[in-house]
């Protein structure tokens, strides 16, 4: 290299030109820039020698100006056709003669300029420049239109998400799905880095973080303030496949054939179904008959859906993938499309419907004396509340003597039970409701004789499916209880009545089990006993609603006792996710219930302790129902009532704090 021979370097990652000054040491030289700020450079971190007559510093931006003029990126194309056949590679100064025609500085300069900078055509190996593959530059090609594409749907999608946050109406894109995706899953997995999210996030000036995240979607509309992240975690499926739904529409419009040629008519029997209010699925009812000997015949009439699924149809599979009706205090996310659930799969008032039927005689006492079963029609009559049978009961109406029948002979049943074992344990109950406008409203449910009525029966019905399958050899899940520790009477009579010595029982009750071998369920004082009275809402329920249904036929089980234990787990584990989702929804309505409540005072019970030497236990808000846990500030018993405020809630970081005012103590 000479003085004032032009060359290129780079200086922080930037291309630079620079005029040879003179040497520095053995090897270096010192260089100045258009600007006269030197560098002192070795020969290796020269990028290119630009030839031509030697220059000074201040020709530098003329240089470049005259550059400038040859610096068109097509003319490459052009050049790469001629030479990709050949495939033979080309320095600066042989692609200048190629595209200009001439080998002087500026033009070969500019052909340095534009191989160096191309992306597509060339790839340099050392000081020469081969030309690319036909497929590999069609493929770089592609690649950069998915780029430009992705950018172009990147800054759209920016634009919509400000034109969201002024207020305006959006209509999302497809495109945009991929962006919210990676927005949800830095939420529901804050411990995972998602790129994308990020991207997004910094792309609008916001805080990299879950929290950020969190509130954007809310800001943009897409999420409330209170979106449920425990069912967006979980894996249980908010909407049903478009073919499931096309399915239901499809049973709904011109049902299929009734597997069942002889079903019992019942549709001359008074029915009475008794649900809550709001209750849309509609799977039992009850009636009474008379038979000639003068003996009462109780009938339980469970919905049939088995007149429209088919094991491992459409519906099949997806009720089985859900394995339970989703109850939530914003609304229920059914285990079958509603069309279906609560149209022709429910016992509607004043329609025929198909049925499972239990006819079941008691003895005097309670016990079963005898029973069938039989695929029915029925017509339900009267569509009941809990509140509605109640009043009835206590008014003593005597237009529908059923009533009373009926709330007599689950009298007897509870009283049978009770002589069996059964262990009966009562504390109070809280529905949360939550309406559109996230309003929450908690009502405490109160015992009465209307829902003993319906859980006696529905006990029964489970017992006598229970005591057939066991008979015919069905198989079917069973449900059982091992017999628990329970403490000695004199230890529980120490404990005050109520609350307290019923949450001390039920802490010793072991979790009831599912299988194929029929076993005792201690809780309920059964010796064998099955689900099958929801088989709308249950998996577990309608698998054994086939069993026995089949069986009613003449037919094979269409499962195995292998397979029946096989589903049955699967059923169990998704139905257990499936209940941590709901009760830690109920937690966090209830906790917000409380915030929102926050200036009032609410009565409590000191119900069982957590850590006694710590203060720390479970208070039962006796107005509300809920048990939530309070590190007191004084010297409580087990029983103490106690009066406590809100000082601090935050559902979302699951957080309730109490202060107490200490009332009275029970003895």
Same mark, same amino acid.
């Given at each position: 290299?000479?003085?004032?021979?032009?060359?290129?370097?780079?200086?922080?990652?930037?291309?630079?030109?620079?005029?040879?000054?003179?040497?520095?040491?053995?090897?270096?030289?010192?260089?100045?820039?258009?600007?006269?700020?030197?560098?002192?450079?070795?020969?290796?971190?020269?990028?290119?020698?630009?030839?031509?007559?030697?220059?000074?510093?201040?020709?530098?931006?003329?240089?470049?100006?005259?550059?400038?003029?040859?610096?068109?990126?097509?003319?490459?194309?052009?050049?790469?056709?001629?030479?990709?056949?050949?495939?033979?590679?080309?320095?600066?100064?042989?692609? #200048?003669?190629?595209?200009?025609?001439?080998?002087?500085?500026?033009?070969?300069?500019?052909?340095?300029?534009?191989? &160096?900078?191309? /992306?597509?055509?060339?790839?340099?190996?050392?000081?020469?420049?081969?030309?690319?593959?036909?497929?590999?530059?069609?493929?770089?090609?592609?690649?950069?239109?998915?780029?430009?594409?992705?950018?172009?749907? /990147?800054?759209?999608?920016?634009?919509?998400? /400000?034109?969201?946050?002024?207020?305006?109406?959006?209509?999302? /894109?497809?495109?945009?799905?991929?962006?919210?995706?990676?927005?949800?899953?830095?939420?529901?997995?804050?411990?995972?880095?998602?790129?994308?999210?990020?991207?997004?996030?910094?792309?609008?000036?916001?805080?990299?973080?879950?929290?950020?995240?969190?509130?954007?979607?809310?800001?943009?509309?897409?999420?409330?303030?209170?979106?449920?992240?425990?069912?967006?975690?979980?894996?249980?499926?908010?909407?049903?496949?478009?073919?499931?739904?096309?399915?239901?529409?499809?049973?709904?419009?011109?049902?299929?054939?009734?597997?069942?040629?002889?079903?019992?008519?019942?549709?001359?029997?008074?029915?009475?179904?008794?649900?809550?209010?709001?209750?849309?699925?509609?799977?039992?009812?009850?009636?009474?008959?008379?038979?000639?000997?003068?003996?009462?015949?109780?009938?339980?009439?469970?919905?049939?859906?088995?007149?429209?699924?088919?094991?491992?149809?459409?519906?099949?599979?997806?009720?089985?993938?859900?394995? &339970?009706?989703?109850?939530?205090?914003?609304?229920?996310?059914?285990?079958?499309?509603?069309?279906?659930?609560?149209?022709?799969?429910?016992?509607?008032?004043?329609?025929?419907?198909?049925?499972?039927?239990?006819?079941?005689?008691?003895?005097?006492?309670?016990?079963?004396?005898?029973?069938?079963?039989?695929?029915?029609?029925?017509?339900?009559?009267?569509?009941?509340?809990?509140?509605?049978?109640?009043?009835?009961?206590?008014?003593?109406?005597?237009?529908?003597?059923?009533?009373?029948?009926?709330?007599?002979?689950?009298?007897?049943?509870?009283?049978?039970?009770?002589?069996?074992?059964?262990?009966?344990?009562?504390?109070?109950?809280?529905?949360?409701?939550?309406?559109?406008?996230?309003?929450?409203?908690?009502?405490?449910?109160?015992?009465?004789?209307?829902?003993?009525?319906?859980?006696?029966?529905?006990?029964?019905?489970?017992?006598?499916?229970?005591?057939?399958?066991?008979?015919?050899?069905?198989?079917?899940?069973?449900?059982?209880?091992?017999?628990?520790?329970?403490?000695?009477?004199? &230890?529980?009579?120490?404990?005050?009545?109520?609350?307290?010595?019923?949450?001390?029982?039920?802490?010793?009750?072991?979790?009831?089990?599912?299988?194929?071998?029929?076993?005792?369920?201690?809780?309920?004082?059964?010796?064998?006993?099955?689900?099958?009275?929801?088989?709308?809402?249950?998996?577990?329920?309608?698998?054994?609603?086939?069993?026995?249904?089949?069986?009613?036929?003449?037919?094979?089980?269409?499962?195995?006792?292998?397979?029946?234990?096989?589903?049955?787990?699967?059923?169990?584990?998704?139905?257990?996710?499936?209940?941590?989702?709901?009760?830690?929804?109920?937690?966090?309505?209830?906790?917000?219930?409380?915030?929102?409540?926050?200036?009032?005072?609410?009565?409590?019970?000191?119900?069982?302790?957590?850590?006694?030497?710590?203060?720390?236990?479970?208070?039962?808000?006796?107005?509300?129902?809920?048990?939530?846990?309070?590190?007191?500030? &004084?010297?409580?018993?087990?029983?103490?009532?106690?009066?406590?405020?809100?000082?601090? #809630?935050?559902?979302?970081?699951?957080?309730?704090?109490?202060?107490?005012?200490?009332?009275?103590?029970?003895?």
């Amino acid at each position: 290299m000479e003085k004032g021979t032009l060359i290129e370097f780079k200086a922080q990652g930037e291309r630079r030109l620079a005029v040879a000054e003179r040497p520095e040491g053995k090897k270096h030289w010192i260089v100045l820039d258009q600007w006269g700020q030197s560098h002192t450079l070795h020969p290796r971190q020269v990028e290119y020698e630009v030839g031509g007559d030697p220059k000074r510093p201040q020709e530098i931006p003329s240089f470049l100006g005259e550059v400038e003029s040859y610096l068109d990126p097509s003319s490459l194309e052009v050049a790469w056709e001629l030479l990709v056949e050949d495939g033979e590679a080309v320095t600066p100064e042989e692609m #200048a003669a190629v595209l200009f025609s001439d080998q002087s500085a500026i033009p070969c300069y500019a052909a340095y300029c534009l191989l &160096t900078e191309d /992306k597509i055509y060339f790839k340099q190996k050392g000081n020469v420049f081969e030309p690319r593959s036909s497929s590999q530059v069609a493929e770089i090609k592609h690649q950069l239109e998915v780029e430009q594409q992705r950018n172009l749907e /990147k800054t759209e999608f920016i634009q919509r998400v /400000k034109q969201a946050l002024a207020g305006e109406s959006v209509d999302w /894109k497809s495109s945009d799905r991929a962006r919210f995706e990676a927005l949800e899953k830095s939420i529901l997995q804050p411990d995972l880095e998602v790129r994308l999210a990020k991207e997004t996030l910094a792309e609008l000036g916001r805080e990299q973080s879950s929290d950020s995240a969190f509130n954007l979607l809310i800001d943009i509309g897409l999420w409330s303030r209170h979106e449920n992240l425990f069912l967006r975690r979980s894996s249980y499926p908010i909407q049903f496949p478009q073919k499931v739904l096309d399915v239901a529409q499809q049973y709904v419009d011109s049902p299929p054939d009734d597997l069942e040629r002889d079903r019992l008519d019942l549709t001359h029997q008074k029915v009475y179904t008794i649900d809550d209010e709001s209750t849309k699925e509609i799977d039992d009812g009850v009636s009474v008959e008379i038979l000639p000997d003068g003996r009462q015949q109780i009938w339980i009439h469970i919905a049939d859906p088995t007149r429209l699924v088919r094991p491992d149809d459409e519906l099949d599979q997806e009720a089985r993938r859900r394995s &339970t009706s989703l109850y939530l205090p914003t609304g229920m996310i059914s285990m079958f499309p509603s069309e279906l659930a609560t149209g022709p799969m429910s016992l509607i008032q004043g329609k025929v419907c198909p049925a499972m039927s239990f006819a079941v005689i008691l003895a005097e006492d309670g016990a079963v004396a005898e029973y069938t079963i039989a695929a029915t029609w029925v017509k339900p009559t009267y569509r009941l509340t809990y509140d509605d049978v109640d009043e009835m009961l206590e008014l003593g109406v005597t237009a529908e003597p059923e009533i009373a029948q009926l709330a007599h002979w689950a009298q007897q049943r509870k009283q049978w039970r009770q002589s069996q074992g059964s262990i009966n344990i009562s504390l109070p109950e809280a529905v949360i409701k939550v309406n559109q406008e996230e309003e929450v409203e908690i009502e405490l449910l109160e015992e009465s004789q209307a829902r003993e009525l319906v859980a006696e029966m529905m006990i029964l019905a489970g017992e006598v499916a229970g005591r057939f399958a066991v008979d015919k050899e069905i198989p079917i899940p069973f449900r059982s209880q091992p017999q628990p520790e329970l403490p000695p009477e004199e &230890t529980l009579l120490q404990l005050p009545a109520g609350p307290v010595r019923s949450c001390a029982l039920r802490g010793c009750m072991p979790r009831s089990e599912m299988g194929t071998t029929p076993a005792r369920h201690a809780g309920l004082g059964l010796e064998v006993y099955t689900q099958v009275t929801s088989p709308i809402r249950r998996y577990v329920d309608l698998l054994s609603h086939f069993q026995i249904k089949a069986y009613l036929r003449g037919e094979a089980c269409p499962f195995t006792t292998e397979q029946v234990q096989e589903v049955a787990f699967s059923a169990a584990s998704a139905t257990y996710e499936a209940t941590l989702v709901e009760r830690q929804t109920r937690r966090y309505w209830a906790l917000e219930y409380l915030r929102r409540h926050s200036d009032e005072r609410w009565n409590a019970i000191v119900l069982r302790w957590l850590r006694e030497d710590d203060n720390l236990g479970i208070i039962l808000l006796e107005d509300l129902g809920l048990e939530l846990p309070h590190r007191f500030q &004084t010297n409580v018993e087990l029983g103490d009532r106690v009066e406590v405020e809100v000082v601090a #809630a935050d559902p979302h970081q699951d957080l309730i704090r109490f202060r107490e005012f200490v009332e009275s103590t029970v003895n």
